[in-house]
């Protein structure tokens, strides 16, 4: 009877383990020393981050970037979920902006310059006549400090008065906190000591079905906007702010990205897509729902939330093929999308707008959440 007993205990161990959720075990196509290398003298690195949902978030301190996003359709399955690279040498060939924060000035600034208080500062002209996303060699291009505590990761960089035209000596700081619920969590804080124009965000490209694994023409979009920052042919806000409820550029209900997106919409036909600002209907400094984008193949649903006056829808039109993405696929055109959350572009020469203005004294905060599930 003793060993009938032991029989049955040792069955219902075995019953009791073999019912208990599996992680899914991750084989990842790049490994931490491929993200080890040393940049204008200091050392980069791989971090990782995963909760008790098996949703795995991998960082680098090179731009202080996303690498990768694994997160389960609805079946469980783990997908990498944002565009990147496996290895820094990638990083440096390719496009530095995927999955990196953008800084001092994310977005397009008019003419490369603005002034504050008379004194006119020229920026790097590196989109037609303008200056995008600081110019070709800005914060993500730059190796950042870092301390790591589990599932939070602070980046920490100083950017020399002048440094890219902008004035100030600034310190910015990014805390990413991935959550036991999903949330992929992003605190921003820059400081300067000379009046100085901040604007940063994320320029993550995502693609809910898995990056490499085709277009984004199929994922529903939501944008909680119904207005956006009309732009001229070089992509530059006119200064109005324009109600787009009923027309192509309107997500305000779920639309698929590539219903209307060859739609003869004169500001679809100037970006060739969609890359527009979007000005989230929302309180200003509330943390508050901005978008949302599912993708019906995996059920794969990601919201996002922030305290930013605006988003930026960009749908990968400008991707080319000549980068290969971590699962071998070059990324073509519409592979990506991304969804930026920032005040809205040009803001240092366009009066209008909220102010991007920041202070000595004074200190820029900024939160975004991207939380995903499946359905």
Same mark, same amino acid.
């Given at each position: 009877?003793?060993?009938?007993?032991?029989?049955?205990?040792?069955?219902?161990?075995?019953?009791?383990?073999?019912?208990?959720?599996?992680?899914?075990?991750?084989?990842?196509?790049?490994?931490?020393?491929?993200?080890?290398?040393?940049?204008?003298?200091?050392?980069?690195?791989?971090?990782?981050?995963?909760?008790?949902?098996?949703?795995?978030?991998?960082?680098?301190?090179?731009?202080?970037?996303?690498?990768?996003?694994?997160?389960?359709?609805?079946?469980?399955?783990?997908?990498?979920?944002?565009?990147? *690279?496996?290895?820094?040498?990638?990083?440096?060939?390719?496009?530095?902006?995927?999955?990196?924060?953008?800084?001092?000035?994310?977005?397009?600034?008019?003419?490369?310059?603005?002034?504050?208080?008379?004194?006119?500062?020229?920026?790097?002209?590196?989109?037609?006549?303008?200056?995008?996303?600081?110019?070709?060699?800005?914060?993500?291009?730059?190796?950042?400090? *870092?301390?790591?505590?589990?599932?939070?990761?602070? *980046?920490?960089?100083?950017?020399?008065?002048?440094?890219?035209?902008?004035?100030?000596?600034?310190?910015?700081?990014?805390?990413?906190?991935?959550?036991?619920?999903?949330?992929?969590?992003?605190?921003?804080?820059?400081?300067?000591?000379?009046?100085?124009?901040?604007?940063?965000?994320?320029?993550?490209?995502?693609?809910?079905?898995?990056?490499?694994?085709?277009?984004?023409?199929?994922?529903?979009?939501?944008?909680?906007?119904?207005?956006?920052?009309?732009?001229?042919?070089?992509?530059?806000?006119?200064?109005?702010?324009?109600?787009?409820?009923?027309?192509?550029?309107?997500?305000?209900?779920?639309?698929?990205?590539?219903?209307?997106?060859?739609?003869?919409?004169?500001?679809?036909?100037?970006?060739?897509?969609?890359?527009?600002?979007?000005?989230?209907?929302?309180?200003?400094?509330?943390?508050?729902?901005?978008?949302?984008?599912?993708?019906?193949?995996?059920?794969?649903?990601?919201?996002?939330?922030?305290?930013?006056?605006?988003?930026?829808?960009?749908?990968?039109?400008?991707?080319?093929?000549?980068?290969?993405?971590?699962?071998?696929?070059?990324?073509?055109?519409?592979?990506? *999308?991304?969804?930026?959350?920032?005040?809205?572009?040009?803001?240092?020469?366009?009066?209008?707008?909220?102010?991007?203005?920041?202070?000595?004294?004074?200190?820029?905060?900024?939160?975004?959440?991207?939380?995903?599930?499946?359905?």
């Amino acid at each position: 009877m003793r060993n009938l007993g032991l029989i049955l205990i040792v069955i219902v161990a075995t019953i009791a383990a073999c019912a208990k959720p599996q992680k899914n075990s991750i084989e990842m196509p790049y490994k931490s020393g491929d993200f080890e290398t040393v940049i204008d003298g200091k050392p980069t690195r791989l971090l990782t981050m995963e909760n008790k949902n098996g949703m795995v978030v991998t960082l680098t301190n090179y731009g202080a970037k996303i690498v990768s996003v694994y997160v389960p359709d609805r079946n469980g399955q783990l997908a990498d979920v944002v565009l990147g *690279f496996k290895s820094i040498a990638e990083y440096q060939q390719y496009g530095a902006s995927h999955g990196a924060i953008v800084g001092p000035f994310a977005n397009r600034i008019a003419n490369a310059s603005f002034t504050i208080d008379s004194v006119t500062y020229n920026l790097p002209v590196n989109n037609g006549k303008n200056c995008l996303h600081s110019g070709p060699d800005s914060w993500y291009r730059k190796v950042w400090d *870092f301390q790591k505590d589990e599932n939070v990761t602070v *980046f920490t960089l100083k950017s020399a008065d002048g440094e890219f035209g902008f004035p100030g000596n600034k310190t910015a700081k990014v805390t990413y906190t991935l959550t036991g619920d999903n949330e992929l969590k992003i605190d921003y804080e820059v400081t300067t000591d000379k009046p100085c124009h901040i604007n940063v965000t994320n320029h993550s490209y995502f693609n809910l079905r898995g990056e490499g694994n085709g277009d984004i023409l199929d994922h529903m979009l939501v944008i909680n906007a119904d207005k956006s920052t009309p732009v001229t042919a070089e992509m530059i806000p006119t200064g109005e702010i324009a109600d787009i409820r009923g027309t192509d550029l309107d997500f305000t209900s779920p639309q698929r990205i590539g219903e209307r997106i060859n739609n003869q919409h004169p500001q679809l036909v100037i970006a060739s897509g969609y890359d527009f600002n979007y000005v989230i209907n929302k309180n200003e400094d509330e943390l508050a729902f901005a978008a949302s984008a599912f993708e019906p193949e995996s059920g794969r649903y990601m919201e996002v939330f922030t305290t930013e006056p605006g988003v930026q829808l960009y749908t990968g039109q400008h991707l080319r093929g000549i980068e290969v993405g971590k699962a071998g696929v070059a990324y073509t055109k519409l592979t990506g *999308f991304c969804l930026e959350t920032q005040h809205f572009p040009d803001s240092p020469n366009q009066p209008g707008f909220p102010s991007t203005l920041l202070n000595p004294g004074e200190t820029f905060k900024s939160t975004t959440i991207y939380k995903f599930s499946a359905k």
